[in-house]
């Protein structure tokens, strides 16, 4: 009985004081990694869709908007990139990077490309044999150099490219840029090049409004950056997560496999390195056909750094909570079934007609009226038991009274019987 009663209540306690506090951190949690974020993410978008009006009403010139997005960067760390219709950078606070070719392809009459190298720039992660081909060109910058490039252009804007691949036969270095090879889809595919039978070395699907070319001419002009001090800031844009995303929503974009609906936001949520970003991107279009594009990329990592850190916060509270609930049970159960089973202890002895023990009476609740109670009811029994036997001792006396009458009476019919006869 004793352990029975101890152990139900004590792990009926406990289970409830888990449930209790299971919900409260689970709430917690769920606010702050769900609704704190989400009305974060709200506060960015309102952020950015402002400053996207502006840029399609041309409300603030070059200067401004340039001031607009450091001031988003720094209140909100929201960094911020206008694309061209090629996905390219525009507006870099140094100016565009770029390689100007007179093209010796006999298809071309001697047409002149402008390669915009503005996100391949950024994007140092992956342009090392960028930066030896460019290092090699900035030597003989006065001097003809001759290159093969690959480029995806505009069907109507051959003149600017988006370089997919460089080489310089003199230096046998070949440099491929990043995000355009799809392993998968293209194992056993190769694409025929427009007025040529040269091949890529991947196949690429190009989106319908652009067209994939092999190229080969003489640079005329460039702009590159100083390689001889790697200290020099390239640009603003020189956040190696956002160059790379950048870039590769170029190659997204150039290859067709992302799709926009109208002029509605695209959102992602991305993860890099562990540190969790949200990305927006829209397009703004004249006359149907897509202008440029308002890209940003905003690291969440202070609003999952306090969630991360409210998980550790919650794993030791759950470990104080439930040692401190475990004690709390133990010493609730035990002081809840003592006075119970001292009433348990009591009533056996008086079903045996034992009285002289009573139930201490500590406090004026229900469990302190009911052990006054049964003190009372063994009191009363007590008296009843010990009045019944003096009554009976009393009937015994009485009735030993009423047999030696009787006794009596009969010997003294028996007297009187005899003497009557005699």
């Not at 209540?9 to 917690?28: D, H, K, P, R, V």
């Not at 502006?54 to 988003?72: G, M």
Request: aromatic share 10%; glycine share 4%; hydrophobic share 35%.
């Amino acid at each position: 009985m004793r352990r029975k009663i101890v152990f139900q209540l004590f792990f009926l306690t406990f289970f409830l004081c888990c449930i209790i506090i299971s919900m409260i951190i689970g709430g917690q949690y769920y606010i702050i990694n769900h609704v704190y974020l989400d009305k974060e993410k709200e506060t960015i978008q309102k952020e950015i869709q402002a400053y996207y009006q502006a840029v399609k009403r041309n409300q603030l010139d070059k200067t401004e908007l340039q001031k607009r997005e450091s001031t988003l960067f720094e209140k909100n760390g929201i960094m911020v990139a206008r694309l061209d219709d090629l996905g390219n950078i525009k507006n870099l606070p140094t100016g565009d990077y770029y390689l100007e070719v007179i093209s010796t392809d006999q298809r071309d009459k001697m047409e002149t490309k402008r390669l915009l190298l503005n996100n391949l720039i950024n994007a140092k992660k992956n342009v090392n044999a960028l930066e030896t081909i460019f290092s090699y060109l900035s030597e003989y910058e006065n001097n003809a150099v001759e290159i093969s490039f690959d480029g995806i252009s505009r069907l109507k804007k051959l003149d600017h490219t988006v370089p997919v691949s460089i080489s310089i036969s003199i230096i046998n270095e070949r440099f491929v840029a990043p995000y355009y090879m799809q392993k998968e889809d293209i194992r056993n595919e190769q694409m025929e090049l427009e007025e040529s039978e040269m091949k890529l070395p991947q196949a690429l699907k190009v989106n319908p409004l652009f067209t994939l070319r092999g190229h080969s001419g003489i640079v005329t002009d460039m702009r590159l950056p100083n390689y001889r001090n790697p200290g020099d800031e390239l640009s603003l844009y020189n956040n190696q997560t956002f160059a790379e995303n950048i870039l590769k929503f170029q190659a997204d974009y150039l290859t067709d496999r992302i799709k926009f609906s109208k002029e509605k936001w695209l959102q992602l949520e991305l993860n890099f390195d562990g540190v969790r970003y949200i990305q927006f991107i829209r397009p703004i279009t004249h006359n149907g056909q897509v202008s440029e594009f308002v890209f940003t990329l905003t690291s969440l990592q202070p609003l999952t750094k306090a969630a991360d850190l409210m998980k550790d916060y919650y794993f030791y509270l759950q470990l104080i909570s439930i040692a401190l609930t475990t004690i709390f049970c133990i010493y609730y159960s035990r002081i809840i079934t003592k006075p119970i089973l001292r009433i348990n202890q009591v009533t056996k002895k008086i079903i045996e007609f034992e009285f002289g023990e009573k139930i201490p009476v500590y406090s004026k609740n229900e469990i302190g009226v009911l052990s006054n109670n049964i003190n009372q009811l063994s009191k009363r029994l007590e008296d009843y038991i010990e009045k019944l036997h003096t009554a009976n001792s009393k009937l015994m006396e009485d009735i030993e009274k009423e047999k030696k009458l009787e006794q009596v009476r009969k010997d003294f019919i028996s007297g009187v019987s005899h003497e009557l006869k005699n």
